[in-house]
């Protein structure tokens, strides 16, 4: 599946939280055509922007951008990387294989959201993964944020309106 490209509003608010010291978020995940419009020039002093042909990934630990750097191409392997340095309880793969090909159905996505409803960290979760995914994104929850909880299709729905509102 073609990673979509999320709001710049989003990205704004992943960034920030990867930033934040006292925030969970350890790493701000961009697919190409989101970092395209980041300016790597104007990262503060210590964050570290990795680029691979499959995104970017922005942090400020330097043992996070070399395991990213060091991921495997292989689709499913990598995702498993990703979820690790993202913190989700289950990667991409595993998520699907619970849902037995009904994704649209039984997949949730769930999303830490600022007060600006703007979305900090979201990850898809199977049944199974779901509570854990619940509780993962409660910690990014920002003060007078929200836990939203929604379908994959009405999340990639939301991203695309978002992106055309934008334009």
Same mark, same amino acid.
């Given at each position: 599946?073609?990673?979509?490209?999320?709001?710049?509003?989003?990205?704004?608010?992943?960034?920030?939280?990867?930033?934040?010291?006292?925030h969970p978020k350890r790493a701000c995940y961009m697919v190409p055509e989101d970092a395209e419009r980041?300016?790597?020039?104007?990262?503060?002093?210590?964050?570290?922007?990795?680029?691979?042909?499959?995104?970017?990934?922005?942090?400020?630990?330097?043992?996070?951008?070399?395991?990213?750097?060091?991921?495997?191409?292989?689709?499913?392997?990598?995702?498993?990387?990703?979820?690790?340095?993202?913190?989700?309880?289950?990667?991409?793969?595993?998520?699907? #294989? /619970?849902? =037995?090909?009904?994704?649209?159905?039984? @997949?949730? $996505?769930?999303?830490? *959201?600022? %007060?600006?409803?703007? !979305?900090?960290?979201?990850?898809?979760?199977?049944?199974?993964?779901?509570?854990?995914?619940?509780?993962?994104?409660?910690?990014?929850?920002? #003060? /007078?944020? =929200?836990?939203?909880?929604?379908?994959? @299709?009405? $999340?990639?729905?939301? *991203?695309? %309106?978002?992106?055309? !509102?934008?334009?």
């Amino acid at each position: 599946m073609t990673p979509v490209p999320e709001p710049a509003g989003d990205i704004r608010a992943q960034i920030a939280a990867t930033l934040d010291r006292h925030h969970p978020k350890r790493a701000c995940y961009m697919v190409p055509e989101d970092a395209e419009r980041l300016d790597l020039k104007a990262l503060p002093q210590g964050v570290y922007a990795a680029q691979r042909t499959e995104g970017t990934l922005v942090t400020t630990d330097l043992g996070i951008a070399e395991l990213f750097d060091a991921a495997p191409a292989e689709t499913d392997a990598f995702d498993r990387v990703m979820a690790e340095i993202l913190g989700y309880p289950e990667d991409k793969a595993t998520a699907v #294989a /619970r849902c =037995r090909g009904k994704q649209a159905v039984y @997949a949730r $996505a769930v999303q830490a *959201r600022d %007060a600006s409803g703007h !979305v900090v960290t979201e990850v898809f979760a199977s049944p199974v993964g779901f509570l854990p995914a619940c509780a993962a994104m409660q910690e990014h929850v920002p #003060a /007078r944020g =929200r836990l939203v909880i929604m379908s994959p @299709a009405a $999340a990639i729905s939301r *991203r695309v %309106a978002m992106r055309w !509102v934008e334009q």
